[in-house]
């Protein structure tokens, strides 16, 4: 009764509303002027159309804005989008939230929940188009909510479209934008457009980025070139062919982390002792290093080593994409093929581990028709998808004391139907319904083998301080006990085998010389197949109730496909498809002749078996980190997006979200030492190796990375200097609300509320051909711990946002 309330009073006060401006508008027909709000096209319902005719949750920004405002990677879209939350984008993966939908991506085998996709072509992983695709774009759209239709596949979150400028046909020019800033920032791109026939145009586009890390280990660096060209055909204007190709790599060290402190077993529970270090140390500083080197680890409770080498990235990605057009008797046919390649070579201490090393190739190929048309009162678009990805990865994750080496081939293969009609009913109300049927299949073929080094004395000190061995990086179970052997360790032929396996297939022991210990050997294959599948809806009604002013309400469904994942737990091997329902109510309105500009939107979310990543144990003891289904959560809200341009030249703009998420099911399972929850537990009467199994209740909690309130305020003043220049000062800050960041629930988790402020101000041509801009980001010069982690190795860590920056941009077009 509670939700149908809510639902209720949000359509009521948005009814009222588009009454109100179709009074107004009524009085002041509504035109686009030169001292009016702009229009964006989007085309995130297949067909270009004004983003204030689009009836969906949607937010847009045009590419000459994310330059003007710095924004050069994706985790800076937060500044513009309040729903999105991208807590620590690296690497070939990513981490992205809308209204607390999303996962913390850490493996390539985990599929995101917002679907991100380039130039019309869904991506698997994110990693690649976030960290080099940000330059000379023609927009970015961010869909909320569920897009089970017309979209890809699994975004049960969002969706997020980087959608580059495309060739112009008839001219010939070219752009550039230089920027040089503290911390030896170099920002480059440029872009050429050429008419190569009265029918075709090359536009070719390169970038250059990179600057100095904000650690003092030479971490959170950046180092990344790219390079695209695109070549269209048009001989009419009932066909068009647009081939494109693209490559990017990204280098440097990469994201770093900082050791707040760490976390001791007690009587009563983890005792928290902080670490002393200051913020930006970085992992491998001199001081880190040596804070580390204090600390006790088990199960070898021997005192950790000095981090064994420097970060490094070393990721390829590139592509290959048409996009054909044809005008038929029936609509208008569109054909996108597409292959994506990437390439990861990169050594990564995340989360607290003493290295690890990443070596996966990823491909994906795919394909996407659709037809869309019109028939008497009905549009259509109906269409098919086809995607497959294979993932080959042989990765190691070295915590000194245990050495878990994966070796695994993932498939994913993915077709669907779908189709969506719109019903013109008389001039002003449209009802909307679509439907697709995706079938997924999922399959792994890997191996898991765990060097466990475990000290015999684990209750009194001294421990095993002194005698233990601390594995190096090695990527082979052989290599490993041929390490320990020539070093003394142990005796590689003296192992035996735990009954109920033998020596090929199993567990086998070997007890270490000096009488210490022991050093376990596991082996694990895994080798597993399914399908799964689904239809999704969407039912929706618009209503013009003026010209300037759009009323819709619409209820659609999102799935994300479950699969497999690389854990020695048979149990935890596979993981269940995750499926949403969205509520959503909205109102688009213009008036005031053009100068001002309301958008209300409401949103309830019934989310079901939400996939979710942590850490917790196997039956046999061993940490894996896991992919789980969480029960049920609910997320409801509403947002407000306003913009004024009360004169020619000044503009003022706000966007404010409200949420309000709770898990209404969430429980989570592990034993001792990994057993750091602040959520109430009970003992499930299972064991892993010896220590009780635990079920922690944080049902009542909040969804992660869902702050309650997000604020985005932005003005802009253009002052006239003669007739040939003019000044332009903005000001862009951004509020967001206290959040958890992840599912212990520890304090430190918590991220406090915090805002975040950018100016600039450019002298430019009147005309548009130049600027040249001082800028300045994160005024307010605070590094905050926006992605707090709990590492399973006992220590609580944070990774910072950027410290402030500052610089100047010249930008030219030719």
């Known amino acids: 009764m509670k939700n149908i309330t809510f639902l209720a009073t949000t359509i009521s006060v948005f009814a009222l509303a588009g009454a109100a401006h179709a009074q107004t508008s009524a009085q002041t027909p509504q035109a686009e002027t030169g001292a009016g709000i702009g229009e964006i096209i989007v085309t995130a319902q297949r067909r270009a159309e004004s983003l204030q005719k689009a009836a969906i949750p949607i937010d847009a920004v045009r590419g000459d804005a994310l330059v003007q405002r710095g924004i050069s990677n994706a985790a800076d879209l937060t500044k513009a989008v309040p729903a999105l939350s991208i807590p620590a984008p690296g690497g070939s993966v990513a981490s992205i939230f809308i209204r607390g939908v999303g996962n913390i991506t850490t493996s390539s085998y985990n599929d995101p929940a917002v679907t991100p996709s380039f130039d019309g072509v869904v991506l698997g992983r994110s990693g690649g188009m976030f960290g080099a695709a940000f330059y000379d774009l023609a927009r970015v759209e961010v869909l909320k909510g569920p897009q089970g239709i017309l979209y890809g596949r699994n975004a049960t979150g969002g969706a997020i479209n980087v959608l580059p400028a495309r060739p112009e046909l008839g001219k010939n020019g070219m752009g550039v934008n230089l920027a040089y800033g503290n911390y030896n920032q170099v920002d480059v791109d440029a872009h050429v457009n050429l008419a190569t026939g009265e029918h075709s145009a090359l536009r070719i586009a390169g970038a250059l980025f990179s600057h100095d890390g904000y650690n003092k280990d030479g971490t959170d660096d950046a180092k990344r070139r790219s390079l695209r060209a695109q070549f269209l055909y048009e001989p009419s204007s009932d066909l068009s062919l647009r081939i494109g190709g693209d490559y990017s790599h990204v280098g440097g060290l990469g994201v770093g982390g900082d050791y707040l402190g760490s976390f001791a077993p007690s009587a009563t529970g983890y005792v928290f002792t902080p670490s002393g270090l200051s913020a930006g140390e970085g992992f491998n500083s001199a001081a880190s290093n040596a804070y580390r080197k204090t600390q006790l680890g088990g199960p070898g409770m021997d005192f950790r080593q000095a981090m064994q080498s420097a970060l490094s990235q070393n990721i390829t990605y590139w592509g290959v994409h048409a996009e054909a057009n044809v005008q038929t008797s029936i609509g208008k046919l569109t054909v996108i093929p597409a292959y994506r390649d990437t390439q990861e070579h990169s050594i990564i201490y995340a989360p607290a581990f003493n290295t690890g090393s990443v070596n996966e190739s990823t491909n994906q190929t795919s394909l996407e028709t659709r037809l869309a048309g019109k028939r008497g009162m009905m549009d259509y678009v109906l269409g098919g998808f086809y995607f497959k990805e294979n993932i080959r990865a042989s990765n190691i994750y070295n915590q000194e004391f245990v050495l878990p080496i994966q070796n695994y081939r993932v498939t994913t293969e993915s077709w669907a139907l779908f189709g969506q009609l719109t019903a013109h009913i008389g001039n002003s109300f449209r009802l909307v319904g679509g439907a697709r049927y995706t079938h997924d299949t999922k399959s792994i073929d890997g191996l898991i083998n765990n060097i466990i080094v475990s000290c015999a004395n684990t209750t009194t000190p001294p421990f095993c301080i002194g005698q233990m061995p601390h594995m190096p990086n090695l990527f082979s179970a052989d290599a490993a006990i041929g390490w320990l052997g020539s070093n003394g360790y142990i005796n590689p032929s003296a192992g035996f085998t735990v009954p109920g396996s033998n020596a090929t297939a199993g567990t086998v022991v070997y007890g270490l010389n000096s009488g210490a210990g022991q050093i376990v050997k596991t082996y694990n294959n895994i080798k597993q197949s399914s399908p799964f599948s689904r239809v999704t809806w969407k039912v929706s009604a618009e209503y013009d109730v003026a010209p300037t002013s759009l009323l819709y309400a619409t209820v659609e469904t999102g799935y994300r496909a479950g699969g497999y994942q690389m854990v020695d737990s048979p149990s935890k091997i596979q993981y269940k498809p995750e499926f949403i329902t969205a509520f959503t109510v909205g109102s688009k309105n213009r008036f005031f002749n053009n100068r001002v500009q309301l958008n209300l939107e409401g949103f309830y979310w019934k989310y079901r078996d939400q996939q979710i990543a942590y850490f917790t144990v196997d039956s046999n003891g061993t940490l ?14 509403f947002d407000v997006d306003l913009v004024v341009k009360p004169a020619s030249g000044t503009t003022l703009s706000g966007k404010v979200q409200y949420l309000d998420t709770v898990y209404n099911d969430l429980h989570l399972t592990s034993a001792s030492p990994f ?31 869902s702050p309650k309130w997000t604020v985005n305020l932005g003005a802009e003043q253009v002052i006239r200097v003669d007739e040939k220049r003019e000044l332009v000062a903005n000001v862009n800050t951004a509020w967001r609300d206290d959040q958890w960041a992840a599912f212990e629930f520890l304090d430190f988790e918590h991220v406090a509320a915090y805002w975040t402020t950018d100016a600039s101000l450019a002298l430019r041509s009147a005309e548009g051909g130049w600027s040249l801009t001082a800028y300045v980001q994160n005024l307010e010069n605070k590094r905050r711990n926006l992605a707090p982690q709990s590492s399973p190795m006992g220590f609580a860590i944070a990774h910072y946002s950027a410290p402030r920056t500052f610089g100047l941009r010249l930008s030219a077009k030719f």
């Open 675 to 705: 057993d750091n929850f602040n959520c109430p537990s009970s003992l499930t009467g299972t064991f892993s190796n010896g220590a009780p199994v635990k079920s922690f209740n944080c049902s009542g909690r909040p969804l992660l990375f």
């Open 624 to 637: 894996i980190n896991s992919n789980e289904n969480a029960g049920r959560s609910t997320i409801k809200g």
